[in-house]
């Protein structure tokens, strides 16, 4: 789904996409779904934001070369913020909601003739902290 909106300084364009997890920690590599988003956009010259807008799910740029980075993540991320934990909060989610905060819900990346400006070895990754087998919009 997009939206268009003229504004002072340019256009906006909104992209929604959904993403289904896995694991109950796990990091998807979105990159090439951002990157189709811009194309689609038509935008040429500009800023990406990429926003997560939950709690419990995050997104960051990390290395797309070696899959074993992302593992290496998730588990020290796991080892920093424990799922049990003796944590307060009802929902028994606390861990997922202290990960999000610290990885962040948002990323921007410089758009140049059309393309995602992003390092050699860099991507885009959707972070779910609470679980398997849900459907999330980012």
Known sequence: ?????EG???TIVLFKMEVTTKKHTEMQD??????????????KEG???????????????????DPDVVEDFT???????????????MEGNSAAHLKSSMIGFSEQVIIDNGRL???????????SLTGQGIARSI
């Open 75 to 89: 588990m020290e991320l796991n080892k920093i913020v424990p799922w049990e934990d003796g944590y307060l909060h």
């Open 47 to 65: 800023i990406c934001t990429v926003f997560i807008p939950h709690t419990t799910a995050a997104v960051t740029i990390n290395e797309n070369a």
């Open 8 to 10: 002072k300084g340019g």
């Open 30 to 43: 979105i990159t090439r779904l951002v990157q189709k988003a811009v194309t689609e956009s038509g935008v």
């Open 117 to 127: 400006v992003l390092g050699t070895w860099q991507g885009v990754y959707f972070a």
């Open 1 to 5: 789904m997009s939206a268009w909106q």
